[in-house]
């Protein structure tokens, strides 16, 4: 078939979508002695230098007939399946064929909460007590006992939602600091897991809304190698694999020195791949030496005890581990992304 004749063919089909029903337009172009399928198989009777035009119309007429044949398979199973109103009661004793269909469909664990549930087991097997954190806070524990006083430029690191009576909204887990170094006695070993706020625009990186996972060590004689060995034997345990670290220097008030956590890329052994930029590395934490500040605020003699304490996204790591392209996916409420997760 040349050009003009497949031009033919695209107006009868544009014809056909309008007139047929899917059977026969399934069986007219597409099945095994379909007009379209015969149009494929001559695709090496088509000069050189028009295989790829001709190519591209055919490919096209054929998605313009699968497009008809899924709207029309989408409609039909709305047309079947009865509207429910999810909030109306209905008896409990009624038989389970007339029982509302929604009741039959099975839920599942979000992936978020499936990576915080396996990063508490990682963390229990390790010695640590897991406490959650709160949803709405103070200006203390969010600022104040973390070594942010009233008017410290670093605040605006933290740029969150405020109540109009004073709360606000964690912008991070730390706010569960102070009150676990008062209530405990070190040893301490607690991780603080939780929804934080923050806000800013969102896009393919950020969100306002976001978990984090925070740690705390506090006991005697604590030092940055101990804070490097913890951190990584969570790591490799999660990753499941070895790992190369390493730390540079970054700026958190309530810590000092204070590091970013960077880890060698476990997907592409330092090679370079879309995951870590090409870089071979990963920037995956903030981490850091209790600052003693931070310490004195919770009664604890910086003299005698020190300790460490880091910080993650829970969304960036479950982005990362699952190869999930943009952080939107995980709050957008699709069920095609739930049910793949």
Request: net charge neutral; proline share 5%; charged share 25%.
């Amino acid at each position: 078939m040349n050009m003009p004749s497949l031009s033919k063919l695209e107006s009868k089909i544009l014809k056909d979508l309008k007139s047929l029903d899917t059977t026969k337009l399934k069986k007219k172009y597409l099945s095994k002695e379909g007009l379209l399928t015969k149009e494929f198989a001559n695709i090496k009777n088509v000069p050189n230098d028009q295989k790829s035009e001709f190519g591209k119309r055919i490919n096209k007429l054929k998605a313009l007939i699968n497009k008809e044949l899924d709207n029309s398979k989408t409609k039909a199973k709305i047309k079947r399946s009865p509207r429910i109103d999810p909030t109306a009661p209905f008896d409990c004793n009624t038989h389970n064929d007339k029982k509302p269909h929604i009741l039959d469909l099975e839920g599942s664990s979000h992936i978020l909460m499936q990576e915080v549930n396996r990063f508490n087991e990682i963390f229990t097997s390790m010695g640590f007590d897991i406490v959650e954190c709160r949803q709405v806070d103070d200006d203390y524990h969010m600022f104040e006992s973390l070594n942010f006083p009233k008017g410290h430029p670093a605040r605006d690191m933290y740029d969150t939602f405020w109540t109009e009576d004073g709360f606000v909204l964690p912008a991070h887990t730390s706010t569960m600091q102070n009150r676990i170094l008062r209530n405990k006695k070190p040893p301490i070993r607690t991780v603080i897991p939780g929804r934080v706020y923050r806000n800013e625009a969102t896009d393919a990186g950020h969100e306002h809304t976001l978990y984090q996972c925070e740690g705390i060590y506090v006991d005697k004689d604590i030092s940055v190698a101990n804070m490097i060995a913890t951190i990584t034997e969570f790591l490799e345990t999660y990753l499941e694999s070895k790992l190369e670290v390493k730390i540079q220097p970054a700026y958190f008030p309530f810590t000092e020195p204070d590091c970013e956590f960077t880890i060698s890329c476990p997907f592409c052994s330092k090679k370079g791949c879309s995951t870590c930029g090409y870089s071979g590395w990963i920037e995956l934490m903030g981490c850091g030496i209790i600052h003693p500040n931070v310490l004195k605020s919770a009664n604890l003699d910086s003299n005698e005890y020190s300790g460490f304490a880091w910080g993650f996204g829970v969304d960036r790591l479950t982005m990362i581990k699952n190869n999930i392209p943009e952080i939107r996916h995980l709050r957008a409420g699709s069920l095609k992304f739930l049910r793949e997760y």
